[in-house]
C-alpha cells in the first residue's frame, strides 16, 4: 500500500514536470505565429471578458490601495512639477522662436519624418496586469478586431509606454518599457545623438539609455524621447518625439557613456492607453509590415547595431 | 484520497485559486509595496501543498502556473514547473515532518516566495534574456522575499478557512490524536 502511494506520488510529480518542460521547449522553440502561441491568444479571448469584468468589480479595492500611496507621493511631486513648470516656461519661450525656422528647414530639405497623426489612435483599456520583474507586461482589451497589430506603439497621456507584442482578436498583449525585451532608440532633448533606451532588469523604475557618444553632456532632469527615423536603412518603428522619460544621472563607466532615465509614465497606474495603429497605405504600416517580417532575437553587431537591434527588439 | 472524498477539495480548491489569480493580476500587481509586488500565487500553491500533501500540491502548483501562463501570455510551462515544484516540495515537508509550529507557514511562505523568485530569475537566465542585471534585482528579490512575509500569515489563515472540511484525512495526525486522547502517549499513563 505504502509502495504504491509512493510510486503514484512520484509519477505525478514525473508527469507534471516532464509536461512543463515540454510546453517550455516547444513554446520557447515556435515563432510567434506557433501553435501555441495560438492558444495562448485563443485562451485570452476566452478570458478577456472575465479578466474585464473582473478589473472593474476589483477597481475600487486597487483604488483604496493605490489612494494611499498617490497621496503620500503627492507632496513632493507638487515640489518637483512647480520647479519643472518654471524651468520649462523658459525654454518654451526660445523654443517656439526656433521651431518655425527648424520646421521650414526640414520641409526644404525632405527630411520631414514619421509623425504621431500617421497613426490611428485606438483607445483601450488594461484589463490586467503582470507584476513580475521579467515580464513586465499589461492586458488590453482592444485587438485584431480593433486594428490593433504586433509592434503597434503604445502611449498614454504621460508618453510612450510600450508596444504590442501579441494579439488576439479581443485583447493585446503590451511589453511595457521596463520589460527585459524592451529597447527603443532614443535621443536627449533637442540632441542629435541617439542611444538606445534598455530596461534595468530587476528594477521596474529605472532604464538606461546606452550608447551615447563620450562628448555627450545630459543633465538631471532633461527629457529623454523617442528619435524615430534616424537613418533610411534602419527605421524606428516608434515616431519621433514621444516622451520617455527623464534623465536621473549619467554613468561613465564605459566607452560609451549612458544615463539612468526614470520613465515619465508611471507604469505601476495604467487604466487607459492608446495603441497607434497603422492605417492602411501610409508610411507607418508599411514600416510596422518591414518589422514583423524581421527574424525575432536577432543581433547585431557593429557600428550601426544599435539602431537595428532597437528596431527588431521594438524601437 | 478516494474521488468521492476529493471531489469537494478540487472543486474549492478551483474556485479559490481562480479568485486568487484574478485578484493577483486585478488588484496586488498594480498596488506595488515597497516597489514589489506580493506573489499570493506562490503562497496560495505552498499552502496548498502544506495542507493537502505533495500530490494535491503538485497537481495545484501546474494548474495555477499554467492559467498564469496562458493569462498573461507568458513563456507557456515556466510558471508551471516552479509552481509545481514549490507545490511539491512544501507537500513532502508536510508528509515527512509533519510541522506543528505557529510559525510554519511564515517558514514555508518565505522559501516559496524565495524560490518563486530565484526559480524565474535563473530560468530567464537560462532562456537567455538579453539586458544589463543591476544590484537592483537582488534589492528586489530581498524585498519580494520580505513582503511575502508579511501577506503570508494572512494569506495561510485564508487558505486553510476556504480548505478546511475538505481537506484529506491524515492518518498520522489521526494516530497521534487517538493517541493522547486515550492517554497512550502519556508518561502519567506509564506511571
Same mark, same amino acid.
Given at each position: ?12 510529480? #514525473? ?32 478570458? $478577456?471578458?472575465?479578466?474585464?469584468? #473582473? ?199 564605459? #566607452? ?60 | 484520497?478516494?474521488?468521492? $472524498? ?39 500553491? #505552498? ?32 510558471? $508551471? ?111
Amino acid at each position: 500500500m505504502y509502495d504504491k502511494t509512493v510510486r503514484r506520488r512520484r509519477a505525478v510529480l #514525473a508527469l507534471l514536470v516532464v509536461l512543463s518542460l515540454l510546453l517550455l521547449t516547444a513554446y520557447f522553440g515556435e515563432a510567434p505565429n506557433g501553435r501555441l502561441h495560438g492558444v495562448q491568444r485563443d485562451f485570452l479571448t476566452v478570458v $478577456s471578458p472575465i479578466q474585464d469584468g #473582473a478589473n472593474k468589480a476589483l477597481k475600487p479595492v486597487r483604488d483604496l490601495f493605490s489612494w494611499f500611496g498617490n497621496t503620500l507621493h503627492a507632496k513632493s511631486q507638487l515640489a518637483q512639477a512647480l520647479k519643472q513648470t518654471e524651468r520649462l516656461r523658459g525654454e518654451l519661450v526660445a523654443e517656439q522662436a526656433e521651431k518655425r525656422s527648424y520646421r521650414q528647414l526640414l520641409a526644404l530639405d525632405h527630411l520631414d519624418q514619421l509623425g504621431v497623426s500617421d497613426y490611428h489612435p485606438v483607445t483601450a483599456e488594461v484589463i490586467n496586469k503582470d507584476p513580475n520583474v521579467w515580464y513586465s507586461t499589461v492586458t488590453i482589451d482592444k485587438g485584431e478586431s480593433a486594428g490593433v497589430r504586433r509592434n503597434d506603439p503604445v502611449i498614454n497621456d504621460e508618453g510612450l509606454i510600450g508596444k504590442v507584442a501579441q494579439a488576439a482578436p479581443d485583447g493585446a498583449l503590451v511589453e511595457l518599457l521596463t520589460n527585459s525585451s524592451m529597447g527603443v532608440a532614443a535621443r536627449i532633448g533637442t540632441s542629435q545623438a541617439t542611444g538606445l533606451v534598455r530596461p534595468k532588469v530587476g528594477d521596474p523604475n529605472d532604464l538606461l539609455l546606452q550608447y551615447l557618444p563620450t562628448n555627450e553632456q545630459p543633465n538631471p532632469g532633461e527629457y529623454v524621447v523617442t528619435s524615430g527615423t534616424v537613418t533610411p536603412a534602419y527605421p524606428s518603428l516608434f515616431p519621433p518625439g514621444l516622451i520617455v522619460g527623464q534623465v536621473a544621472s549619467v554613468n561613465e563607466e564605459s #566607452a560609451f557613456k549612458s544615463v539612468n532615465v526614470r520613465p515619465e509614465a508611471n507604469l505601476h497606474d495604467l487604466d487607459v492607453v492608446q495603441v497607434l495603429t497603422a492605417a492602411e497605405g501610409t508610411r507607418a504600416q508599411s514600416l510596422s509590415q518591414v518589422a514583423l517580417s524581421l527574424p525575432a532575437g536577432q543581433q547585431t553587431a557593429g557600428g550601426g547595431g544599435e539602431q537595428l537591434a532597437s528596431t527588431q527588439v521594438g524601437g | 484520497m478516494s474521488g468521492a $472524498s476529493s471531489a469537494p477539495l478540487a472543486l474549492r480548491l478551483s474556485v479559490f485559486g481562480l479568485l486568487v489569480v484574478f485578484f493577483q493580476i486585478g488588484v496586488v500587481a498594480e498596488v506595488p509595496v515597497f516597489g514589489v509586488n506580493p506573489e499570493l500565487c506562490a503562497l496560495l500553491v #505552498a499552502f496548498v501543498g502544506l495542507l493537502c500533501g505533495s500530490t494535491v500540491g503538485a497537481a495545484c502548483g501546474f494548474a495555477v502556473g499554467l492559467f498564469i501562463d496562458l493569462a498573461l501570455l507568458q513563456t507557456l510551462g515556466l510558471t $508551471s514547473l516552479i509552481f509545481t515544484l514549490i507545490g511539491y516540495w512544501c507537500g513532502r515537508l508536510r508528509e515527512l515532518r509533519d510541522p506543528q509550529a505557529p510559525l510554519t507557514p511564515l517558514i514555508v511562505g518565505v522559501g516559496a516566495s524565495a524560490l518563486a523568485l530565484i526559480g524565474y530569475s535563473l530560468m530567464e537566465f537560462m532562456l537567455g534574456v538579453d539586458a544589463p542585471v543591476s544590484f537592483e534585482l537582488l534589492r528586489q528579490l530581498v524585498l519580494g522575499v520580505l513582503v511575502d512575509t508579511i501577506v503570508a500569515l494572512p494569506m495561510w489563515a485564508i487558505t486553510r478557512r476556504v480548505l478546511e472540511g475538505a481537506l484529506p484525512e491524515d492518518p498520522r495526525r489521526r494516530r497521534r490524536r487517538r493517541a493522547y486522547t486515550t492517554g497512550g502517549l502519556s508518561p502519567l499513563s506509564k506511571a
